[in-house]
């Protein structure tokens, strides 16, 4: 069996639960898809706890913003990266300088028979958002699909479910949290750990046990999280307010 997790975006609180109820499981092996920070107020915590469990990680869009510059972010998520890189920059001088050599030197995929794992999509590794309504612009379906081989594992929209070869998404409600990998393309969100955006606050991560995927929701102390983020003034207190509502 393998855990895939990914977008925990510096919540602490939420990655303890899902290390905790994947070792539980009786799982090691841990793949990471990215963006360990950004967003919320332990990205040192977080990105110490990726390193010492997760087997592989993938570079994210927010991971490498704190490596060199924000492109195309809002105000709000913006302030977040510049926050995140000064607390990546203060404090703890040994512990920071191992962090930023960590983050370097992510990949921006990885491939494994039959498995491609990336933060966004095959075709724009870092950075191309792929939503469920995405089914309905075939063009961009056929170029995503037309460069992975079998299976894709991403994340980076926050919104787990199974994108099909056939154009279709669905959702782990529809697919009653299990879908079973056969001989046609797939790609699979994962969901997001620390910041779910598909109306269900708890934090979101995949199992894969043969070649069946299952889609695990964990709950947290979400009201830890919000409290450490309201008196940070480069944190809007949003990101701590759409934490309640999995928005």
Avoid at 154 to 168: A, K, L, R, S, W
Avoid at 210 to 239: M, Q, S, W
Wanted: with cysteine.
């Amino acid at each position: 069996m393998r855990a895939i997790i990914s977008d925990i975006h510096g919540n602490l609180e939420a990655l303890e639960a899902v290390l905790s109820e994947i070792k539980s499981k009786g799982i090691t092996e841990i793949y990471c898809l990215g963006d360990i920070i950004g967003y919320g107020p332990n990205p040192r915590e977080c990105i110490d706890l990726v390193m010492e469990n997760c087997q592989v990680t993938i570079l994210g869009n927010h991971d490498q913003a704190a490596l060199f510059d924000p492109d195309g972010f809002n105000a709000g998520a913006e302030r977040a990266i510049f926050w995140t890189r000064t607390m990546l920059e203060q404090g703890d001088p040994n512990g920071n300088e191992r962090r930023w050599e960590f983050l370097g030197e992510l990949p921006r995929m990885k491939r494994e028979e039959p498995f491609l794992f990336v933060h966004g999509s095959a075709r724009n590794p870092l950075n191309e958002y792929v939503f469920p309504e995405d089914v309905y612009n075939q063009r961009k379906m056929e170029r995503i699909f037309g460069l992975v081989d079998n299976f894709c594992f991403q994340g980076h929209t926050h919104i787990p479910g199974v994108f099909t070869e056939d154009y279709n998404f669905y959702s782990p409600d529809e697919i009653g949290h299990q879908y079973q990998l056969e001989t046609t393309k797939v790609l699979v969100n994962v969901g997001s750990v620390g910041q779910p955006r598909d109306g269900n606050p708890k934090a979101s991560y995949v199992v894969i046990e043969d070649r069946t995927v299952h889609f695990c929701r964990t709950g947290y102390d979400f009201e830890k999280t919000i409290a450490k983020i309201y008196p940070i003034p480069d944190l809007d207190n949003f990101l701590g307010d759409r934490l309640r509502d999995g928005r």
